[in-house]
C-alpha cells in the first residue's frame, strides 16, 4: 500500500508538492510519500496511525520534551537505523526510512509504557476533582498506552496548590508533566514569554517571573493546550465536569475577526467557551477575551420584560413601568407615527449581519427615511464615504482582491495606520507576529510610540503626532516600500484624523497596495454591507445613485426609496439636542463610545420620542420611552461579517421561548405601523441579502478631503494620543473579575523631552476646559515630542466622560497639585 501526502501535513496549506520534494518511507509495513521536513509523528498520523504524545502541537516547534512518542527506527540496509527508540514528534522523515510504531513494534510499545511509567510517578491520582477529567489526554493514554497498574510505593511529589500565574490562570504544580506546551505557547505565539520551566530534575516546574506579571492577552490558550490539569480556570475551575457539558460551535462577538469558539453550556447556562480549530482564521488560538468574558448579560441589569414610560400616580414623576409586549410594541408603534417623517436610527456594534440588514430595511421601508447609523463613536463624513467607495461590497466586486488572514502572512509588507492589532484585533496581531516569526515579515506603524504588540510583530515606528496621519501617508520614509503585495490595515480611528482615509486610498492607487479595514467591534464590516449608514444602501448602493435606488425598491416592492442623503450619529443627537427630532431608535449603543457621551445624553433626553432595544439597562434605556429587551448572543443564530468579508454563521446556542431577537421586534413594529418588513429571522434576511447580492453598478466616489494640520503643542500644552485597550472598562467585561484583573496597568506616556520641559514627575494631571485627570507617568523614550498618550476607557477615568475629547486634540499637562486627589492606580484599565 503507498499513501501519497500532496499537502503539507504540519501546516494544511493545501500546496501541490512537487514529486522531487516527496520522501518516501514506510511505517508499520505501509509506503507513505510526503514532503521534505515532514516529522515522523506527522507522516503517521496520514496512514491513520496516532502515536501517543503530550508535548507535539502541530502550531508549536518541536521540542521532544515528555518522550511519549517513541518510535523504532530499524536498520533497514541503507544507514538508517538507529539503535535505540526515537521521538517521532522531533524527526524528520528521510529517504528509504523504516519506522515502527506501538501498531508494529514491540520495542516502542515497552518504550511508550515505560515512559508513562515515569510520567505517572509524581502525576496525583485526583482525576474525578480534576477540571482536565473526562478530557485529558494523560487519562487517555495512561489506558491505552500505559499499565494496568503502577509498581510506584514511595511517596509522591507535592506542591503548595494553587499558584496563580494571573488572576486567570492556576497552575496545579504536582500535575505538570513538563511538556513545556504553555511555556512554548507564551514565547512562540503570543510573544509573552513569562512563564519559564526553571529547575532541573525532579525540582524542575513551571515558574513565573518576580518581577514581570503575566501579561498576556492570550493566556487562556494555555489552559486549553495544557495536556494534562496543570493549568486551569480561576472562573471555570470545580464549576463543572466535561462530560456534563453540551458544546456548540460558535463564533466570538468581541472584535472584527469572527474566532471559531466552542461554547460548553449545562442546564441553560453557558460554563465556558473554548477556541475552535479554524485554519483560514484563528487557528486555534482565540483571546482571553472571546475566552471569558461571555457573563455579561446575567448581572441584574439583563432587561427580561418590556418596559414603557409613564406617570407615577403617587409621585407624579415620569418613570418606567413594566409591561407587556402588545402594551410595548403599540406604544413604540404610536409614537412612531406621532414623529412623521422626523426620525432616525442608531445602531451599535453588537448587530448581527441580518439584525442590521433588519434596522436599514425598516428604516427604509417603514419609517422611510436615511437617517441611520451604525458608528456609535466618533466618525466622520470621510469616513462614510470611505467605507461607501472601498468597503461596501468590496468582497464581491468585479476586479477586487479582499485580504484574508492568509495574505498576511504572504505579504511583501504590511503598514498599520490608526491600528494596534494587539489591542483591537488579536487575531490579526497572532497572524503578524507568526509571519513576522517565518518569514521576518517588514511591517511600519504609524503612531507617536512603539507599543509592546507592534515590537513583537516585529514592526517599524513611523513616528506620527495624532493629525499628521495623512501627511505622513503623502511623504512616507525612503525605508517603508510598499507593492502590489502588501497590504494596509486601517483602523476605525483614523478617521479622527481629516485628509487619512483620502491619503490612505491614493497610496493604494500609487503602489498597488491592498486595503483592508479594521474595525474594532463584530457587527461593523456587516453593517457597512447591510447599509446601515446615512449615504449607503444594503449591498453597497450608493443611495445617490438613481438606479441603485430603483433596483433596491423593485427588491422590496416598494414604491421609492428615500434619496435624500441622511443624517449620520453625530447630525441626529445635535438635532435631538435642537430638538428637531421627533423620535429615536436606539439599539446596542453605548454612549460612553463617543467622544462627549455626557452631551449624547442631553440630546437623547431631548428626542420627541426614544425606543430603546437592548439587552440590558444602560444610559440609554434610562432615557427611553419605551424599552424592548432582546436576546443574548448565545439566544440567537445568526452571522457575523469579518473584517475580511468572510461570513461567520452561528447556532442557537440556548434556546429560551421568552425572548425576542431584534428582527422579530422590528418585524412586529413594521405590523403595527401597516407595514411589511419582509424579514422575522436571521434565515429569511440572509435569503433576502444573498436575492439582492452586490451592487455591481457605479461605486460610490471616493473622498477628497485635503490632509489635515496635527496641533502644535507647546511647553504645557500637548497632542492627545489614545485607542481602546483590549480588556479595559467596556460592559462586555462585567461580571468577569478575573478577566479584568488581568489588564494592562493604567499609565500616560510621553516622551522624556516633553516630561522635562513641563516639569512632570512620576504623576501627570491632562485638563482641558471639559474636565480632568490624573494618572502615573510612564516615560517612553522613543515617543513623539509634544504628545500624551492615556488609555481611552480605563476604570474611573474614561477620556470621553472625563475629557470629552478624542485623538488628535490638544490638552493641558502639569504635575498634579499636592492637594489634588489623584486617580486610583488601578490594575484594569
Known amino acids: 500500500m503507498t499513501v501519497t501526502a500532496d499537502k503539507s501535513p504540519s501546516t494544511g496549506?493545501?500546496?501541490?508538492?512537487?514529486?522531487?520534494?516527496l520522501v518516501t518511507v514506510t511505517i508499520d509495513d505501509v509506503e507513505v510519500s510526503?514532503?521534505?521536513?515532514?516529522?515522523?509523528?506527522?507522516?503517521?498520523?496520514?496512514?491513520?496511525?496516532?502515536?501517543?504524545?503530550?508535548?507535539?502541537?502541530?502550531?508549536?516547534?518541536?521540542?521532544?520534551?515528555?518522550?511519549?512518542?517513541?518510535?523504532?527506527?530499524?536498520?533497514?540496509?541503507?544507514g538508517r537505523g538507529m539503535p535505540k527508540p526515537q521521538a517521532s514528534c522531533t524527526l524528520e522523515v528521510m529517504p528509504g526510512m523504516q519506522v515502527r510504531t506501538q501498531v508494529s513494534s514491540p520495542v516502542a510499545e515497552k518504550?511508550?509504557?515505560?515512559?508513562?511509567?515515569?510520567?505517572?510517578?509524581?502525576?496525583?491520582?485526583?482525576?474525578?476533582?480534576?477540571?482536565?477529567?473526562?478530557?485529558?489526554?494523560?487519562?487517555?493514554?495512561?489506558?491505552?498506552?500505559?499499565?494496568?497498574?503502577?509498581?510506584?510505593t514511595d511517596l509522591k511529589r507535592t506542591f503548595p496548590k494553587p499558584i496563580n500565574?494571573?488572576?486567570?490562570?492556576?497552575?496545579?504544580?504536582?500535575?505538570?508533566?513538563?511538556?513545556?506546551r504553555c511555556t512554548r505557547f507564551s514565547e512562540q505565539i503570543a510573544g509573552d514569554p513569562f512563564i519559564a520551566l526553571v529547575e532541573r530534575g525532579a525540582l524542575q516546574q513551571v515558574g513565573i517571573y518576580e518581577r514581570e506579571p503575566f501579561e498576556s492577552y492570550f493566556s487562556g490558550n494555555t489552559i486549553q493546550i495544557c495536556p494534562v490539569g496543570a493549568l486551569t480556570s480561576a472562573a471555570y475551575r470545580f464549576r463543572s465536569r466535561p462530560f456534563d457539558l453540551v458544546s456548540t460551535p460558535s463564533v466570538a462577538e468581541h472584535d472584527a475577526c469572527g474566532s471559531a469558539i466552542r461554547v460548553d453550556h449545562r442546564r441553560g447556562t453557558v460554563m465556558r467557551r473554548m477556541a475552535g480549530n479554524d485554519p483560514e482564521v484563528n487557528e486555534e488560538w482565540i483571546t482571553d477575551k472571546d475566552r471569558f468574558a461571555f457573563r455579561y448579560g446575567r448581572g441584574d441589569d439583563r432587561l427580561t420584560y418590556p418596559l414603557v414610560r409613564d406617570t407615577d400616580a403617587a409621585t407624579g414623576e415620569s418613570v418606567l413601568r413594566p409591561a407587556s409586549w402588545p402594551e410595548a410594541l403599540q406604544a413604540a408603534a404610536d409614537g412612531l407615527k406621532q414623529a412623521g417623517d422626523s426620525v432616525g436610527v442608531l445602531t451599535g456594534g453588537r448587530l448581527t449581519v441580518q439584525d442590521a440588514y433588519g434596522y436599514s430595511k425598516f428604516a427604509r421601508v417603514v419609517l422611510g427615511t436615511n437617517n441611520i447609523d451604525f458608528r456609535s463613536r466618533p466618525n466622520t463624513a470621510e469616513e462614510a464615504e470611505f467605507l461607501a467607495h472601498a468597503v461596501a461590497g468590496s468582497a464581491s466586486r468585479p476586479g477586487a482582491a479582499p485580504v484574508s488572514f492568509d495574505d498576511l502572512e504572504s505579504a511583501s509588507g504590511v503598514l498599520l495606520v490608526s491600528f494596534e492589532a494587539e489591542e483591537e484585533a488579536g487575531t490579526i496581531f497572532l497572524r503578524l507576529r507568526k509571519a513576522h516569526r517565518k518569514s521576518k515579515l517588514k511591517s511600519w506603524t504609524l503612531a507617536p510610540y512603539l507599543s509592546n504588540g507592534a515590537r513583537k510583530h516585529g514592526a517599524t515606528l513611523i513616528k506620527?503626532?495624532?493629525?499628521?496621519?495623512?501627511?505622513?501617508?503623502?511623504?512616507?520614509?525612503?525605508?517603508?516600500?510598499l507593492d502590489a503585495?502588501?497590504?494596509?490595515?486601517?483602523?476605525?480611528?483614523?478617521?479622527?484624523?481629516?485628509?487619512?482615509?483620502?491619503?490612505?486610498?491614493?497610496?493604494?492607487?500609487?503602489?498597488?497596495?491592498?486595503?483592508?479595514?479594521?474595525?474594532?467591534?463584530?457587527?461593523?464590516?456587516?453593517?457597512?454591507?447591510?447599509?446601515?449608514?446615512?449615504?449607503?444602501?444594503?449591498?453597497?448602493?450608493?443611495?445617490?445613485?438613481?438606479?441603485?435606488?430603483?433596483?433596491?425598491?423593485?427588491?422590496?416592492?416598494?414604491?421609492?426609496?428615500?434619496?435624500?442623503?441622511?443624517?449620520?450619529?453625530?447630525?441626529?443627537?445635535?438635532?435631538?439636542a435642537d430638538a428637531e427630532l421627533g423620535a429615536l431608535v436606539v439599539a446596542g449603543v453605548d454612549p460612553g463610545d463617543l467622544m462627549d457621551p455626557q452631551s449624547a445624553l442631553e440630546g437623547l433626553e431631548q428626542v420627541g420620542f426614544v425606543i430603546s432595544v437592548e439587552q440590558r439597562a444602560s444610559s440609554v434605556t434610562e432615557r427611553a420611552d419605551v424599552v424592548l429587551p432582546v436576546s443574548l448572543i448565545e439566544e440567537r443564530a445568526g452571522s457575523f461579517?469579518?473584517?475580511?468579508?468572510?461570513?461567520?454563521?452561528?447556532?442557537?446556542?440556548?434556546?429560551?421561548?421568552?425572548?425576542?431577537?431584534?428582527?422579530?421586534?422590528l418585524a412586529a413594529l413594521a405590523d403595527l405601523l401597516g407595514k411589511d418588513l419582509g424579514v422575522r429571522s436571521a434565515a429569511e434576511a440572509s435569503a433576502e441579502l444573498a436575492e439582492l447580492g452586490p451592487w455591481d453598478g457605479h461605486v460610490a466616489p471616493a473622498p477628497n478631503i485635503e490632509p489635515g494640520r496635527a496641533s502644535v503643542p507647546g511647553t504645557t500644552t500637548v497632542v492627545l494620543a489614545t485607542w481602546r485597550l483590549a480588556i479595559d472598562a467596556s460592559r462586555s467585561v462585567d461580571n468577569e473579575p478575573e478577566l479584568l484583573a488581568t489588564a494592562r496597568r493604567t499609565v500616560a506616556r510621553l516622551s522624556t523631552a516633553t516630561a522635562e520641559a513641563?516639569?512632570?514627575?512620576?504623576?501627570?494631571?491632562?485638563?482641558?476646559?471639559?474636565?480632568?485627570?490624573?494618572?502615573?507617568?510612564?516615560?517612553?523614550?522613543?515617543?513623539?515630542?509634544?504628545?500624551?498618550?492615556?488609555?481611552?476607557?480605563?476604570?474611573?477615568?474614561?477620556?470621553?466622560?472625563?475629557?470629552?475629547?478624542?485623538?488628535?486634540?490638544?490638552?493641558?499637562?502639569?504635575?498634579p497639585e499636592a492637594s489634588a486627589d489623584p486617580v486610583e492606580d488601578e490594575q484594569g484599565a
Request: charged residues 20%; hydrophobic residues 45%.
Open 758 to 815: 513641563a516639569g512632570i514627575g512620576d504623576q501627570i494631571r491632562i485638563e482641558n476646559d471639559h474636565g480632568s485627570l490624573q494618572l502615573p507617568v510612564e516615560l517612553v523614550p522613543e515617543m513623539a515630542d509634544g504628545v500624551v498618550w492615556v488609555p481611552t476607557l480605563a476604570p474611573g477615568i474614561g477620556v470621553a466622560d472625563r475629557l470629552a475629547a478624542a485623538a488628535g486634540d490638544v490638552v493641558r499637562i502639569a504635575a
Open 111 to 152: 518504550a511508550q509504557h515505560g515512559n508513562m511509567e515515569f510520567l505517572l510517578i509524581n502525576h496525583p491520582l485526583d482525576c474525578p476533582i480534576c477540571d482536565k477529567g473526562g478530557e485529558c489526554p494523560l487519562q487517555n493514554q495512561a489506558m491505552s498506552h500505559g499499565y494496568a497498574e503502577s509498581r510506584f
Open 34 to 78: 510526503v514532503p521534505k521536513g515532514t516529522l515522523v509523528i506527522r507522516a503517521a498520523e496520514l496512514i491513520g496511525v496516532e502515536v501517543p504524545r503530550f508535548c507535539d502541537h502541530p502550531l508549536l516547534e518541536p521540542v521532544g520534551a515528555c518522550r511519549q512518542c517513541l518510535v523504532e527506527i530499524p536498520d533497514a540496509g541503507n
Open 641 to 665: 461579517l469579518t473584517w475580511e468579508g468572510r461570513e461567520r454563521p452561528f447556532p442557537v446556542v440556548i434556546k429560551r421561548d421568552n425572548v425576542m431577537t431584534d428582527l422579530r421586534v
Open 464 to 481: 506620527t503626532v495624532p493629525g499628521a496621519e495623512a501627511a505622513t501617508l503623502n511623504q512616507l520614509p525612503a525605508g517603508v516600500q
Open 13 to 21: 496549506s493545501g500546496d501541490v508538492v512537487p514529486k522531487e520534494d
Open 485 to 576: 503585495d502588501s497590504v494596509i490595515l486601517v483602523g476605525e480611528r483614523a478617521a479622527l484624523s481629516s485628509g487619512t482615509l483620502t491619503a490612505v486610498l491614493a497610496l493604494s492607487r500609487s503602489t498597488g497596495a491592498r486595503i483592508a479595514w479594521i474595525p474594532r467591534r463584530a457587527g461593523d464590516r456587516g453593517a457597512v454591507e447591510a447599509g446601515c449608514l446615512p449615504n449607503l444602501l444594503p449591498g453597497g448602493r450608493p443611495i445617490s445613485d438613481a438606479s441603485a435606488r430603483v433596483d433596491l425598491a423593485s427588491a422590496w416592492g416598494v414604491t421609492e426609496v428615500p434619496a435624500l442623503e441622511g443624517r449620520d450619529g453625530d447630525e441626529m443627537l445635535m438635532s435631538a
Open 165 to 180: 500565574i494571573s488572576a486567570q490562570v492556576l497552575l496545579d504544580r504536582e500535575r505538570c508533566v513538563l511538556c513545556a
